[in-house]
């Protein structure tokens, strides 16, 4: 039998390194060598790119601003106004059955178009705590076939040995001041529908799930729920289960569908019955209109106007650069990918 020859040996060797080594099969995707648009930041380009966001951004900023202000807001925090001067403790007042009825006035000071949403603000309320974020089922509130199913609802899971539905602390907290308005002796009439996500609506609650047993517990977080309801009609529990990022926030109550005109006085009256007072919380009731762009809010315009100011800033001050000491650039023919595959 004849040895092999030497040439043999060499390429089972090469073939067995190449299977060991971990080194990638060679693509251009994988050494970054695929075609790419790669800008020369030359003086004028910059220049220029700094004065197209200059002029793109300032005038989105000056519209946003408009709209802005264009809203009109009546804001009024009731919550220290609505408890007896005779009370000191005004926690005690707020969990008694002793009739909370308040009485506010409102002055329009700019016309306000229909419609007019009507919001409730909270403030130090930290809806976004993560136990009570986590404390709901969703299972529960989309079908009816697993309303025995509280798991993750522990505190308010169940009361006198029943199923709470809907469970968790989120709707048990459910906000339950009240509000009526008058204007000139005639009411105003406050539209409740349609104020929540339709998907929340048609996704999130069940038609055919309705509440049971619940605030029947020892201890009551908030409002009632009608059982003879489902909750996917029950639009305040949905917009309250929407949980809120920040500890100040708003939510719709309603919306008035009439023009209110310049120096109306709207009579509200409210039932001051949530208790914000445990926790050194605020309440407020806010009538608002929206824009294009949707509620009063001046920091998008002011964003916008400070980045499209920055950038002007930065373009005047390169020209000047560039004009007072300019600076020879190389020939851009060096850079590697203006080379070719030889390196020439």
Same mark, same amino acid.
């Not at 419609?115 to 136990?131: A, K, T």
């Not at 005639?186 to 996500?197: A, F, M, R």
């Given at each position: ?9 060499? &390429? ?19 050494? #970054?060598?695929?075609? /790419? ?30 709209? +802005? ?8 925090? *009731? $919550? ?14 707020? #969990? ?20 007019? *949403? ?7 309320? *930290? #809806?976004?705590?993560? =136990? ?5 089922? $969703?299972? #529960? ?29 989120? /709707?048990? &907290? ?5 509000? +009526?308005?008058?204007? &000139?002796? @005639? ?7 349609? !104020? @929540?996500?339709? @998907? ?35 639009? %305040?529990? !949905? ?5 809120? /990022? ?6 719709? *109550?309603?919306?008035?569908?009439? %023009?209110?005109?310049?120096? $109306? ?70 850079? +590697?990918?203006? =080379?070719? /595959?030889?390196?020439?």
């Amino acid at each position: 039998m004849a040895p092999p020859t030497l040439g043999a040996e060499g &390429s089972n060797d090469s073939t067995a390194n190449r299977r060991q080594t971990k080194r990638p099969k060679y693509s251009k995707f994988t050494q #970054q060598e695929l075609p /790419a648009c790669k800008p020369i930041l030359t003086p004028r380009a910059v220049i220029s790119a700094f004065l197209i966001v200059t002029v793109v951004f300032i005038p989105i900023g000056v519209a946003s601003l408009l709209a +802005s202000r264009d809203v009109v807001e009546l804001a009024d925090r *009731y $919550d220290l106004q609505c408890i007896p001067a005779n009370v000191t403790d005004k926690v005690a007042y707020i #969990q008694s059955s002793a009739d909370k009825t308040c009485t506010r006035e409102l002055r329009v000071e700019k016309r306000m178009k229909s419609p007019i *949403y009507v919001y409730y603000q909270l403030d130090n309320f *930290y #809806q976004n705590h993560r =136990r009570y974020v986590k404390s709901r089922n $969703d299972e #529960q509130l989309r079908d009816a076939g697993k309303a025995n199913t509280t798991s993750g609802c522990d505190p308010e899971d169940n009361a006198n040995g029943m199923p709470i539905v809907p469970c968790g602390l989120i /709707a048990w &907290s459910l906000f339950n001041d009240t509000y +009526s308005f008058s204007r &000139s002796e @005639s009411n105003l009439t406050v539209n409740k529908t349609g !104020i @929540s996500w339709k @998907s929340d609506r048609e996704h999130k609650f069940g038609k055919d799930v309705f509440p049971k047993n619940f605030q029947k517990g020892s201890i009551i977080g908030g409002a009632h729920l009608d059982e003879n309801i489902p909750l996917s009609d029950q639009e %305040d529990l !949905i917009v309250w289960m929407r949980t809120a /990022a920040l500890p100040t926030f708003r939510k719709l *109550y309603g919306k008035i569908e009439v %023009d209110l005109e310049k120096g $109306d006085v709207i009579h509200v009256t409210l039932k001051n019955r949530y208790n914000t007072y445990s926790f050194n919380g605020e309440k407020k009731l806010v009538l608002s209109t929206a824009s294009w762009l949707g509620g009063k809010n001046d920091f998008l315009g002011f964003a916008y106007l400070c980045v499209g100011g920055l950038s002007f800033f930065l373009a005047m001050a390169f020209t000047i650069v560039y004009f007072v000491k300019p600076r020879q650039l190389g020939d851009p023919s060096y850079l +590697s990918w203006n =080379r070719n /595959a030889g390196g020439q």
